[in-house]
Structures are given as structure tokens and as C-alpha cells.
């Protein structure tokens, strides 16, 4: 049997056509086949529900800033808080996603952080307020995960595409939180007749047990690589071990890394902050009720459902033509654009103007993410992501 017959065997336990590291080189978005779009699907949901506990707080912070009889210095020390937990851990997720593999690392840092967010209902003072905050923000780095899974189950031709969708439909839960929670908690005080002090507490649970079921449906339904896991993988040879001092060395001295770092930084960083103020600035400035600030919130997260992933599959459109140089000029491109629109949305002064900038900034904004990880499959010879991104 020569080797084409050997390959064409060996994809046959494949429901997708796969190349020859038996990477998936189609993405059909409504397929459940095993293992690379149960892989995609658990990815998103996961992520989704780590966003969804990150951010669970900013649309209810006129009931909690007044119960724990927060500052507006407290209040931004928590949002700094939840995304320098995310910053911290996603520096690590990296280097466990290279070592233990995506669906190990994943769901363990799902379990581990989930205990922070059922603690959010228990916290009685700007301190403990700040400390859940920080460390249910480590969730964040699952990130990081997603993308070197969606990176080891998808080739070139639509990695692109496979990132931009995972990370964005995780996204999701940033603005699906701004509508959830307002709605989880006016449930438990209207119907349930619970005091707003209560109610508030009562929600948390909400995202602490969707978040906790992720993990579980990670652990023991995902699969790290097309082949297989990676301690099956490595003990039958057909995968090197990897050694930490080396996977760390690799990262901190590959400087297309720290370039893509800080260039996400300056779209998803920007993100991020967005998520932790937006409600609460509508709240304030327009003097809008609860209820509308969190719709109007929800409208800039809930741009992921199409901005992140059409950034990811207008990266792969463009390499078709152009190549890197494609995907990187169509990066700077947009990621200017979105700033430009940032600074605009802090100048304008009427509601409706407001929300029509942040609805379009968070298009390009959103859409920067995408186009950023269509470049990280291609920073490294061995594939792989960087820590610090």
C-alpha cells in the first residue's frame, strides 16, 4: 500500500477533510463532528461562560455600589482587577496549554475560578468586592486555550475563520451578561419578592453554575488534538513531550509575539474596559433606568455574534490574495479605524448619537480581535500561540 493509500485510511475516521497533520481544512459551522467541531462548539460555549461570570457584575453596579457602598475609585479598581486577573493568567495558559494540552489546562482553570464567582454573593465590602472580581477574571485566560485548541484542529485555509468564531461567539457573553443578569435579578425581586440587596447576591449563581458545567463538559467530552489527548499521544511516541524552560524560552524571545501582544491589547484591552463601564456610563450620564442601560451595553458585546468572526474570515479572504501581507495591512487598517472611533464616542453628547459611535466602534473593535488571530497561527514555526497573547 503506498502512502497516498495510507493517508486516504487514515482520514476516513474523519467526518471533515482533513491535510495531512489531520488538521480539519473545512469548517461547517453546524456539524457536531468529532473531535474538530465538538472541539470548536465546546471551546465558544466555555468561553462564553467565562465571560458571562466576568462580567456579571457591571450591569448590576447601581444595586451593588450601593449596597457595599462602593467609590468610583472602587469601582474602577474592580474592572482593572478582573482584567489584570486575565492578563496575569493568560501568561501562564500558554505555557499549560503547550505542556498538559488545551482540554486539560481549560478545564482546570474553569473549575478553579469558578469558586470566585459563587463567592461574589457572599462579598460585604469594597475588598472582598475587588478580590472576587480579580480572580474570577483569570477565567478570562481561557482564551488563550481556545484559540491554540482551534489552532491544532483546523489548518491554514480556515483557522482564520475557526478563531474569529470561537473567540467571538465567547465574547458573546459580554454583552449577553448586560441582558442576563438585569433580568435574572429583576426576576428574584419582583416574583421571588427577595430585597435588592438579595436579589443581587442570588444572581451570581446563575453564571457560578453554567460556568462550573463547562468545565465538566470540557474535561470529558473535548479532545486535545485530532489524533487524541496529549498524555496518550506522548506516551505512544507519536507526540514530542514538551519541555517548560523551552516552551517559555521560545515565547518571551519571539518578538512577532510581543508586537501581536500589544497590538491586542489595543483592541481587546479596549474591549474589555468597554464591558466593565459601558452600562454604568449610560446608567449615569443619560440618566436611562437599569433595565435600558444594560440593553444598550449588551449592543456593543453582542456585536461578537458577527464582528470577531468577520474579522477572522475576512483575514483568511484576504490571505488568499495578498498573503501575511493581506491579513496584516487589513489589521492596521481596521484597529485604526477603531480607535478613531473611541475617541469619537468620548466627545459626542446626545444619547442617540452615543449609541450609534459605540455600536460602530464595537464593530471595528470586535473585528480587530478577529483579524489579530488570524495572524497567531503564523508567529510561530511550531504553531502555536504565544503566552503572552
Request: aromatic share 14%; charged share 10%.
Amino acid at each position: 500500500m503506498d502512502i497516498s493509500q495510507n493517508l486516504e485510511k487514515n482520514d476516513r475516521k474523519f467526518a471533515l477533510p482533513v491535510d495531512s497533520e489531520h488538521k480539519a481544512t473545512e469548517f461547517r459551522l453546524f456539524s457536531m463532528a468529532t473531535p474538530h467541531m465538538r472541539a470548536f462548539h465546546l471551546s465558544w460555549i466555555s468561553f462564553f461562560s467565562c465571560f458571562v461570570s466576568t462580567f456579571a457584575a457591571p450591569p448590576l453596579l447601581p444595586i451593588i455600589r450601593d449596597n457595599l457602598d462602593l467609590t468610583a475609585t472602587d469601582i474602577g479598581n474592580a474592572g482593572i482587577a478582573a482584567v489584570s486577573g486575565a492578563v496575569f493568567a493568560r501568561i501562564a495558559m500558554g505555557t499549560a496549554c503547550d505542556l498538559f494540552g488545551p482540554r486539560l489546562a481549560s478545564s482546570s482553570l474553569i473549575l478553579l475560578t469558578a469558586p470566585a464567582v459563587f463567592l461574589s454573593a457572599i462579598a460585604n465590602s469594597p475588598a472582598a468586592f475587588l478580590m472576587v472580581r480579580f480572580f474570577t477574571g483569570f477565567s478570562l485566560a481561557t482564551f488563550v486555550s481556545t484559540q491554540f485548541w482551534m489552532s491544532s484542529m483546523f489548518s491554514p485555509a480556515v483557522v482564520g475563520t475557526a478563531n474569529g468564531l470561537s473567540g467571538g461567539w465567547g465574547n458573546l457573553g459580554g454583552g449577553a451578561t448586560q441582558l442576563i443578569m438585569p433580568l435574572v435579578y429583576s426576576l428574584i425581586h419582583s416574583h421571588i419578592g427577595s430585597t435588592k440587596f438579595t436579589a443581587w447576591r442570588i444572581a451570581f449563581f446563575i453564571p457560578a453554575v453554567f460556568q462550573t458545567l463547562s468545565a465538566f463538559a470540557i474535561f470529558f467530552l473535548g479532545q486535545d488534538m485530532p489524533d487524541g489527548n496529549y498524555v496518550r499521544l506522548e506516551k505512544s511516541g507519536e507526540k514530542h513531550k514538551d519541555n517548560f524552560s523551552q516552551v517559555f524560552y521560545h515565547a518571551i524571545t519571539n518578538y512577532r509575539g510581543w508586537i501581536l501582544a500589544l497590538t491586542y491589547g489595543y483592541c481587546f484591552g479596549v474591549e474589555l474596559t468597554i464591558d466593565n463601564i459601558i452600562a454604568q456610563y449610560f446608567y449615569d450620564r443619560f440618566n436611562v433606568n437599569l433595565h435600558t442601560a444594560g440593553i444598550i451595553a449588551a449592543s456593543f458585546g453582542l456585536a461578537n455574534l458577527f464582528s470577531r468572526p468577520g474579522g477572522g474570515i475576512l483575514s483568511d479572504v484576504v490571505a488568499k490574495r495578498f498573503g501575511m501581507r493581506g491579513r496584516l495591512w487589513t489589521l492596521w487598517v481596521v484597529q485604526m479605524i477603531g480607535g478613531f472611533l473611541c475617541l469619537l464616542l468620548g466627545k459626542v453628547g446626545s444619547l442617540t448619537a452615543s449609541i450609534v459611535v459605540m455600536l460602530v466602534f464595537s464593530v471595528f473593535v470586535q473585528a480587530a480581535c478577529g483579524l489579530t488571530f488570524g495572524v497567531v497561527p503564523f508567529v510561530s514555526r511550531r504553531y502555536v500561540l504565544s503566552p503572552v497573547c
